[in-house]
């Protein structure tokens, strides 16, 4: 029997990340196993909890990474460019961002989670971080990044459904690219 080559605390902690990602974005909290993980990782489920210390605690973590990533990618697209010229820059980022499916799971997972106030408290941090990212860094107006966000959640719902496979007149609609300039005329003086 060969012998396994031993991972350090913080690698260990990054495998069961990527696993439980995977996990969860499938079957969700209550779905979730971490029997499941801990067998994939070759690990023990008392492992798992001795590092995140519950389920929901895995789980949440994943969710809010998730937001982060995307916000993330959101602030490196606009670069130093703000207003409209940042946000059609975000869009475009947040295109390729749709291929990450288990980051988009994640968060469809974590919302439909939200019955669970613990949950809820962490997509809203998470939510938060992604709404405070596209309005500090263009600088618009609540209405407009509210739109522009909309629109997101609409495209993360469309790449769950994996509307590319989909030919039909509503996926080519919600498959359908924004072209910048789309939210210029979406303002709160537009739309009381």
């Known amino acids: 029997m060969a012998q396994r080559e031993r991972m350090t605390g913080p690698d ?11 996990e969860f974005a499938t079957a969700g909290l209550h779905g979730g196993s971490t029997e499941a993980i801990a067998r994939t990782a070759g690990i023990t489920q008392a492992y798992i909890f001795r590092i995140f210390g519950t389920k929901k605690a895995l789980f949440s973590e994943l969710v809010v990474a998730s937001f982060d990533r995307l916000a993330d990618g959101m602030r490196e697209a606009a670069g130093t460019d703000t207003g409209q010229r940042a946000l059609a820059s975000m869009g475009e980022r947040y295109y390729t961002m749709l291929e990450d499916r288990t980051s988009l799971l994640l968060q469809l997972q974590g919302i439909a989670a939200c019955g669970d ?76």
Request: no cysteine; aromatic share 6%.
């Open 117 to 192: 106030p613990e949950v809820r408290d962490a997509v809203r941090v998470g939510f938060g971080r992604m709404w405070n990212t596209v309005a500090e860094i263009t600088g618009l107006d609540a209405v407009t990044v509210k739109a522009f966000l909309a629109f997101g959640m609409l495209l993360n719902s469309g790449a769950a459904l994996q509307i590319d496979d989909v030919d039909a007149p509503w996926a080519n609609g919600v498959g359908t690219r924004i072209q910048a300039g789309l939210f210029d005329h979406i303002t709160s003086d537009t739309n009381r």
């Open 12 to 22: 260990r902690r990054e495998q069961i990340l990527r696993i439980a990602a995977e």
